[in-house]
């Protein structure tokens, strides 16, 4: 495997900096981190990735503890507070995502919440103003040179996780994180050449499809693909891709699926119904029957055996490799994506 740019080479690390996190993470004092007592509700908040960040971990979060979660972006919280949190302040604890720390609508909430007296977690790698802003910080230890969110994301995720394993006291599931490293180092060596062998074959635009916790797993991934290759890309519930949405389908377009087990069947039934009318097809799942394997162009099968909440950052992996693999194909760099830069600020900021 021959990472070209830094972005594939944060990629490929992610094994190596999730046991770096993990190990930062043992002996959490998750009481101070956290508001007392924790019956409250959950928003938890950030912008383009870490929003797509913060739904995964609003969706962890109610699947572990059985607490009432959401996510919105910050702008919303910013410019329609009303639609975002009750009226009771009293009533939730807010969690701000911003790998940078310097993220300026996420800022802007922080100082919103200040002022209002309300307790806040900041979830950041660089640290920086956000975390000066708040006693409640976790700054994991990583690394990303990139623009675009690779190891910075699955490692927040995780850290999210490990904090609702631990209010839930589920030691069985931050035993199942601990064994995602090693699991995935594996897999990478598997599936990295075909992903890359796969990214060969161009199309115009993408769809990516998920149901539950994995719906913004795929938003992630249709963002990845869009940011690393400028290729548009958008993410649909998967059941809901037969409403309207397959109009689309052509032989120029590539339909990726993270098939959950809940929803399997009828989840590859949409799948198997999209290379019928002539999509290129991906299939991503813990396990992969011979129909999904006849269907799909590429199907990446897991065979993990932790719990599929779990396994989200894993399924993510790939579709980060597609990204720059696509985005290479192209002539471009992944590292210098199109129109972005690695902190958002906005004017005046």
């Not at 928003?43 to 609003?58: E, K, R």
């Not at 919280?77 to 949190?85: D, E, G, R, V």
């Not at 006693?135 to 623009?147: F, K, N, Y």
């Amino acid at each position: 495997m021959k990472a070209e740019t830094a972005t594939l080479r944060e990629i490929f690390d992610q094994p190596r900096v999730w046991q770096d996190c993990l190990a930062a993470l043992q002996g959490l004092d998750v009481g101070r981190l956290v508001k007392q007592p924790r019956n409250y509700s959950w928003i938890f908040i950030g912008c383009g990735t870490s929003y797509y960040l913060a739904q995964a971990a609003a969706a962890s979060f109610t699947e572990l503890t059985g607490l009432s979660a959401r996510a919105v972006p910050a702008s919303e919280f910013l410019f329609y507070p009303n639609l975002s949190i009750s009226p009771d302040a009293l009533g939730f604890f807010p969690v701000l995502i911003s790998r940078s720390g310097q993220t300026s609508e996420v800022l802007r909430v922080a100082e919103v919440l200040r002022q209002r007296g309300i307790e806040f977690l900041a979830v950041t790698c660089d640290g920086n103003e956000l975390a000066q802003l708040t006693e409640r910080t976790l700054a994991l230890p990583v690394v990303e040179e990139s623009t675009v969110m690779t190891s910075s994301f699955t490692a927040m995720l995780m850290a999210l996780q490990y904090i609702a394993a631990a209010i839930a006291k589920r030691d069985d599931f931050i035993s199942a994180l601990h064994e995602l490293p090693g699991e995935v180092e594996g897999l990478l060596g598997m599936y990295a050449p075909q992903i890359e062998d796969f990214a060969r074959h161009s199309f115009q635009c993408a769809a990516f499809l998920g149901q539950g916790p994995l719906y913004p797993i795929a938003a992630e991934t249709s963002l990845k693909v869009m940011e690393s290759s400028s290729t548009f890309a958008q993410c649909f519930h998967t059941l809901e891709f037969r409403h309207g949405p397959k109009s689309i389908v052509s032989e120029d377009v590539l339909v990726g699926a993270l098939l959950s087990d809940a929803g399997y069947a009828e989840e590859s039934a949409v799948l198997i119904e999209m290379k019928e009318l002539g999509a290129r097809t991906l299939a991503v799942a813990n396990r992969i029957t011979p129909a999904v394997r006849s269907s799909a162009d590429l199907a990446i099968e897991l065979a993990l055996k932790v719990p599929e909440l779990a396994r989200l950052v894993v399924y993510l992996v790939w579709g980060q490799l597609l990204g720059s693999y696509v985005g290479l194909r192209k002539g471009l760099n992944p590292d210098s994506p199109r129109n972005l830069t690695r902190v958002v600020t906005l004017a005046g900021d």
